[in-house]
């Protein structure tokens, strides 16, 4: 047999073998697996195997333990989801989106790799036993056995973990130096107290609950304890027609829930391709530093802003948010809420801030905010904005161009045009309440939306519909208006989230204010 031959039959015995994979060597309650980024999310079972971009996901009574075709073993905690993004022989890479996994890597060979990765940092080995956990902004590294190089992204510095050691790591902060871990680490899952358990399940609802049999199921349960309830049909701005339903319910004695439902009756259920346009919802959860009073819009009053030298007693600490087609979805995590003094000697009113913000689609996060001096404000060097295709943060002074005219970043596209990274706009005209915004990443990498305020026959109300308007006369036009925030996205396949919710609603819950007509047109 000559050389040709021998190369031929080499080629095609390789390509005759089975990519490798991993597969599911057992579960504990109801963890679920998605096959691909266009697959839906199912059942997972033992046996089930998983390929390169498989993911996996853990409610907060679930385990899963994978195990690839090479030995290495991987453990997903309760309240976790992780991605395989890579499954092969010669290397092992995953992505943590949230919660902890627990890997028990076999000595690795020659240039093979094991790398855990979450949006500030990259945990590479060797060989060893170790976890990795996503907590808000920090990612904690424990090592049990071997050694672990510990990388922030952003400074690239990177630590040695040692066994018995951890770190922690925030985004452009250098990892911390090594501690010793306490006595019986690693061995179980963190306790929750259980204010801690009820945050998670409200986490796990707003990120995980996107279907719509699960939404209606849940709603259908919470509509009957509602405090605040709204319905009614109307036109939205692109002339369909849609069945409003919203309502406030407490969730837990120091927070209450807005939820919104959206029906389009012109558009078909299809369940072969759903999400377009036919369900949406919205959900909002908003938690408090104590016990709400009896009368919700005592809370909800100054829960933004409030009048005065004295620093409210009840204030927000978290904002979770989730806006949905039941495919794509749009989440706002606040955490580390707080009142901030416009004047700290003499303050006359105080203003909400939080001390960390971060902005996902379709459970990648987009952007995060981190308020290091915690001064409540946004500041240089404060807001971190990530590549989706490789979890990086992107880099303005070299990813970008500064247009110092404009002061605005953007990129040249294919044909040399300049792309900037933010476009604004009032498509509608300029006395419209239209209003047009626009991220552009990069080419394969942007969102957008359009803010409308209409009416129920869905005209878009302009400045000169309420400029010269009474008090009474604008408490009228105010409680008939509607906002209407429709989503674009580079990752949504031409899908949209298009969701409606009234005025009305938000101004008898105390969350939005009348207008005011001396400041009409300010």
Wanted: glycine share 8%; aromatic share 10%; hydrophobic share 35%.
């Amino acid at each position: 047999m000559n050389k040709t031959i021998l190369l031929a039959a080499a080629v095609l015995l390789i390509g005759a073998m089975p990519a490798s994979s991993a597969r599911i060597s057992s579960v504990s309650g109801k963890p679920e697996i998605q096959s691909s980024a266009a697959a839906g999310w199912k059942a997972a079972g033992k046996g089930d195997k998983l390929h390169s971009n498989a993911r996996i996901r853990c409610g907060k009574s679930s385990r899963a333990e994978i195990i690839t075709d090479n030995g290495h073993r991987i453990k997903v905690w309760p309240r976790s989801e992780v991605a395989l993004e890579k499954i092969d022989g010669a290397e092992t890479r995953m992505q943590l989106f949230a919660g902890r996994i627990r890997s028990m890597v076999k000595k690795l060979r020659g240039t093979n790799k094991f790398e855990v990765k979450t949006p500030v940092a990259v945990c590479s080995v060797r060989g060893t036993d170790f976890s990795v956990e996503l907590d808000k902004n920090a990612t904690k590294v424990e090592v049990y056995e071997g050694q672990v190089a510990a990388h922030e992204e952003m400074t690239g510095s990177e630590v040695m973990v040692n066994a018995g050691q951890y770190t922690s790591i925030e985004a452009n902060q250098p990892p911390a130096e090594p501690k010793a871990m306490p006595e019986g680490a690693g061995e179980q899952a963190p306790a929750l107290t259980p204010e801690e358990a009820a945050r998670e399940e409200s986490k796990r609802e707003v990120f995980q609950e996107i279907s719509k049999d699960e939404v209606l199921a849940r709603a259908a349960d919470e509509i009957k304890l509602a405090e605040f309830q709204n319905g009614k049909a109307l036109i939205d701005a692109s002339g369909h027609r849609v069945r409003l339903e919203e309502y406030i319910v407490r969730s837990q004695a120091n927070e209450f829930k807005y939820v919104v439902l959206n029906t389009r009756d012109e558009f078909a259920d299809d369940p072969a391709n759903p999400g377009n346009g036919h369900f949406n919802f919205g959900k909002i959860v908003f938690t408090f530093n104590d016990t709400l009073p009896e009368d919700l819009t005592q809370a909800t009053k100054n829960m933004f802003y409030s009048e005065g030298a004295t620093k409210p007693s009840l204030y927000l600490t978290d904002v979770l948010s989730v806006m949905s087609n039941t495919v794509d979805q749009v989440n706002d995590v606040a955490t580390g809420g707080n009142m901030f003094p416009d004047n700290t000697y003499q303050p006359k009113c105080y203003t909400l801030g939080f001390g960390s913000y971060e902005f996902s689609v379709n459970n990648q996060p987009w952007w995060r905010y981190s308020d290091r001096n915690s001064n409540g404000r946004l500041d240089n060097g404060e807001i971190t904005y990530y590549n989706i295709a490789t979890g990086n943060a992107y880099n303005f002074s070299t990813d970008f161009t500064y247009d110092s005219t404009l002061g605005q970043y953007y990129y040249l596209d294919s044909n040399g045009n300049k792309v900037y990274f933010s476009e604004f706009s009032q498509p509608s005209g300029g006395d419209a309440l239209h209003f047009y915004n626009k991220n552009n990443y990069s080419a394969t990498q942007w969102i957008s939306t359009d803010d409308y305020i209409i009416n129920d026959e869905g005209k878009i109300l302009s400045v000169s519909d309420i400029q010269g308007l009474s008090a009474d006369e604008l408490k009228v036009k105010a409680y008939e208006s509607n906002f209407e925030r429709v989503y674009a996205a580079s990752v949504f396949e031409g899908r949209k989230i298009d969701l409606v919710f009234s005025a009305k609603l938000l101004i008898d819950s105390g969350m939005l204010g009348l207008p005011d007509p001396n400041n009409l047109g300010q």
